[in-house]
Nanobody, 125 residues
């Protein structure tokens, strides 16, 4: 069983930055494809970014390309989401997720086997 714990959320003004962290335990991080998703009030959960096991491949939702960067430190069992130029539309609960069986970073929530509890990101205008 894999446990994922997100941190780093908070309140920031538009144009600001935050870095989210996701600490994994219960399984070596290098065996997992990792992703970030978000869910705003009244909306469905949506894909944000994903990264392959060895950091070779990444995928991003179109609206965050050029602003967000996903990375991982397998030695620290931690995945990061650096978020720059934040916009009010980025306000959501952000979830870390792990895919144990996939071959490529997926944009589909159903591909992921384990989920964190989420961290709130609020961007004020």
């Amino acid at each position: 069983q894999v446990q994922l714990v997100e941190s780093g959320g908070g309140l920031v003004q538009a144009g600001g930055s935050l870095r989210l962290s996701c600490a994994a335990s219960g399984r070596t991080l290098s065996t997992l494809i990792m992703g970030w998703f978000r869910q705003a009030p009244g909306k469905e959960r949506e894909f944000v970014a994903a990264i392959s096991r060895t950091h070779v491949y990444t995928e991003y939702y179109d609206s965050v390309k050029g602003r967000f960067t996903i990375s991982r430190d397998n030695a620290k069992n931690t995945v990061y989401l650096q978020m720059n130029s934040l916009e009010p539309e980025d306000t959501a609960v952000y979830y870390c997720a792990a895919d144990r069986d996939g071959n490529y970073p997926s944009r589909e929530a159903r591909s992921y086997d384990y989920w964190g509890q989420g961290t709130q990101v609020t961007v004020s205008s």
